[in-house]
């Protein structure tokens, strides 16, 4: 515990048993005293039981592993609950330790940051003052179908469209954390919800949650709290609260995959950083968190497995298959972190990290942005100043696009970036279901230039 004092800034949280009534879940916590509160409310008759409230009401926690001393609940937690959060914190703990003090550092008070990288320090996890009660397990049938966390991004889209064409029983699943992330959500949300009665929501207060944490953790530079970024400060742990939001869904309709939109990273961009190894702030989007995920849902009786479809294709692979093969869900795409109303339609911002991808990989496609409502004036601005821009994408990938956008004439070649890729370490076909397998990859093979594997760190 000492290691870390300097960022633990929290001495205390405790988590209040929650209210499970009317579809909805309100858990309380007392963080140093101060009440802060959570809502997560469900749109359909999902049965709520009280130890999914319960780890459904831990998890954002998760989060603020660096900077606690001690979390305690007034509940118990099976031991394959707290094993599961103890492991998720270590992770957590490290990937920002690195990704956002080491690396982000104008989030960060400067005085904190370390002048050398301490692997104790990164490791830190709080003291888990949790009772270990029995498993209690629920378990529920699973019937085949699929749910996918859907965010409004090409991924999702990209992926209800192929599950739908491949005869899946499909169950759309949007997260509504009150933030501004709802924006880029809202148009494929309110087209889903009128046209696919599958189409599931969950509401909840979690971001109003993160800001009012955030306020309370010293290390942070205060401005960190107010200014515009296309991150959150210290947030790392989010497709877990997604999932885990999603449980009463999952149990109610007998889920038996869960499907994340999760696209090619190219693991050779992955390498020890500090004397550590980490998963570059994106574990959550990663093949070994989704076998994690799949351990732990069987270690607790649940038959539901988590996978993507689109592991092994490239953003820019993928807004070809989306725009050519599914063009009215094309549509629905909004990937910005500044998307604002007007004229009742959300428009992206043209000028964000993932706008400038965005915008890449469409124009590179021979694509016409303003299919998703992106201004005129943007894209040519965009085709005059892209070579300026600041892109968070594979550098491959970046260069590839921009090769193929300027003719040559920029960037550069990457074969394999048209191509679909295998690896055991990160993109292994192998964990789509099998019954799904084979129809995926036909209409992928469609769009790409054949195959390619990871040898001795190159793609062959």
């Not at 550590?276 to 093949?287: A, P, S």
């Not at 959300?346 to 021979?366: E, H, Q, R, Y």
């Amino acid at each position: 515990m000492k290691a870390a004092r300097k960022f633990a800034s929290i001495d205390r949280i405790k988590v209040r048993e929650p209210q499970v009534l009317d579809h909805k879940i309100i858990t309380r916590f007392s963080v140093d005293g101060v009440d802060l509160l959570i809502k997560f409310n469900y749109s359909d008759d999902s049965t709520i039981t009280k130890q999914d409230a319960r780890i459904i009401s831990v998890a954002p926690l998760v989060n603020y592993s660096l900077f606690t001393d001690e979390l305690s609940t007034d509940f118990p937690l099976s031991n394959v609950d707290i094993s599961f959060f103890r492991e998720m914190m270590k992770i957590n703990s490290r990937e920002v330790y690195i990704n956002k003090i080491l690396k982000r550092r104008e989030f960060f008070r400067p005085e904190i940051i370390p002048s050398v990288p301490d692997k104790s320090e990164a490791d830190y996890i709080p003291l888990l003052d949790i009772r270990e009660g029995p498993a209690e397990p629920v378990p529920f049938p699973t019937n085949g179908s699929v749910g996918i966390l859907s965010s409004g991004g090409k991924e999702s889209l990209l992926s209800y469209g192929m599950m739908k064409e491949v005869g899946a029983n499909v169950f759309p699943i949007y997260i509504n954390e009150s933030g501004g992330h709802w924006k880029t959500a809202k148009v494929a949300y309110d087209y889903m919800s009128k046209r696919d009665i599958n189409t599931l929501r969950v509401w909840t207060t979690v971001d109003r949650f993160y800001r009012e944490m955030n306020s309370r953790v010293d290390a942070l530079d205060r401005k960190a709290l107010k200014m515009w970024s296309d991150t959150y400060p210290i947030q790392l742990f989010i497709f877990p609260i997604y999932i885990l939001s999603s449980l009463p869904y999952i149990r109610h309709h007998g889920i038996s995959y869960v499907m994340k939109g999760d696209e090619f990273d190219d693991p050779r961009n992955m390498k020890e950083e500090f004397g550590m190894n980490h998963f570059y702030g994106v574990y959550d989007q990663t093949q070994a968190f989704d076998d994690r995920m799949t351990s732990y849902f069987r270690e607790k009786g649940f038959g539901t497995s988590f996978f993507s479809g689109v592991r092994g294709i490239s953003g820019y692979v993928e807004e070809r298959i989306l725009f050519r093969r599914y063009p009215e869900i094309a549509r629905l795409q909004r990937s910005c972190h500044s998307c604002h109303s007007e004229n009742g339609d959300m428009i992206p911002c043209g000028k964000c990290s993932k706008c400038n991808g965005v915008l890449l990989f469409l124009t590179a496609n021979g694509i016409d942005p303003t299919i998703i409502s992106y201004r005129k004036d943007d894209v040519k601005d965009f085709r005059r100043s892209f070579k300026d821009r600041k892109f968070r994408l594979d550098t491959d990938e970046m260069e590839h696009s921009i090769f193929v956008l300027t003719n040559g004439k920029e960037g550069k070649e990457h074969s394999h970036v048209e191509k679909i890729h295998q690896s055991g370490q990160c993109c292994d076909r192998a964990n789509i279901p099998e019954e799904f397998r084979d129809k995926i990859m036909r209409i992928i093979r469609e769009y790409t230039q054949g195959n390619t594997e990871l040898i001795n760190e190159e793609w062959v």
